[in-house]
T-cell receptor, first 116, second 115 residues
Framework: AQKVTQAQTEISVVEKEDVTLDCVYE???????LFWYKQPPSGELVFLIR??????QNEISGRYSWNFQKSTSSFNFTITASQVVDSAVYFC?????????????FGKGTRLHILP | DTGVSQDPRHKITKRGQNVTFRCDPI?????LYWYRQTLGQGPEFLTY????????KSRLLSDRFSAERPKGSFSTLEIQRTEQGDSAMYLC?????????????FGNGTRLTVT
């Protein structure tokens, strides 16, 4: 069975601090995709990153970075020098690569509060 | 690229009434998905289409729910005989080819309240 666990329900940090959001996944597939989405208070889910299971290279995009570790089935997300605009709910998600069954499974999300 | 649009944004209905939501995907996207999100939870998959063909339906989708995508463009989700438990945000998303290897683009959702 596929499953995504985001153990941190809610996190609060002061602006400019670094924060890491944890994501642990379960799958029997050898090929799969991992995603992070952001849901600001406006409600729309915004795509942040997609990672193929064969690519364990960490990725950095501005203040965002992702650490993919297959050995621990984790795909953690770090925001460096957080800003108030980063306040949102962040979802980690897992997708399969088979053409006819590739719905994405989402975790329950981590609500991030950045305090000014 | 105007994004995925959903209509209406909000719907309040009385228990037992039927409701219908519409989703217009990004024009070149061939896949369209419906998800449901309740408070404090992540989106849950309901169903998806490749062009006009409905390829999968979740067990969450009872027989009161029906979705269509008649011409492979916009889609509608109808809920018959609504129940209070149907209150949720209904999200539509679209992608090109398959979501397993391309990101989903989500709309703003339709928030349903059943009183």
């Amino acid at each position: 069975a596929q499953k995504v666990t985001q153990a941190q329900t809610e996190i609060s940090v002061v602006e400019k601090e670094d924060v890491t959001l944890d994501c642990v996944y379960e799958t029997r597939d050898t090929t799969y995709y991992l995603f992070w989405y952001k849901q600001p208070p406006s409600g729309e889910l915004v795509f942040l990153i997609r990672r193929n299971s064969f690519d364990e290279q960490n990725e950095i995009s501005g203040r965002y970075s992702w650490n993919f570790q297959k050995s621990t089935s984790s795909f953690n997300f770090t925001i460096t020098a957080s800003q108030v605009v980063d306040s949102a709910v962040y979802f980690c998600a897992l997708g399969r690569s088979k053409n006819r069954d590739d719905k994405i499974i989402f975790g329950k999300g981590t609500r991030l509060h950045i305090l000014p | 690229d105007t994004g995925v649009s959903q209509d209406p944004r909000h719907k309040i209905t009385k228990r037992g009434q039927n409701v219908t939501f519409r989703c217009d995907p990004i024009s070149e996207h061939n896949r369209l998905y419906w998800y449901r999100q309740t408070l404090g939870q992540g989106p849950e998959f309901l169903t998806y289409f490749q062009n006009e063909a409905q390829l999968e339906k979740s067990r969450l989708l009872s027989d009161r729910f029906s979705a269509e995508r008649p011409k492979g463009s916009f889609s509608t989700l109808e809920i018959q005989r609504t129940e209070q438990g149907d209150s949720a945000m209904y999200l539509c998303a679209s992608s090109l080819v398959g979501a397993g290897n391309s990101p989903l683009h989500f709309g703003n959702g339709t928030r349903l309240t059943v009183t």
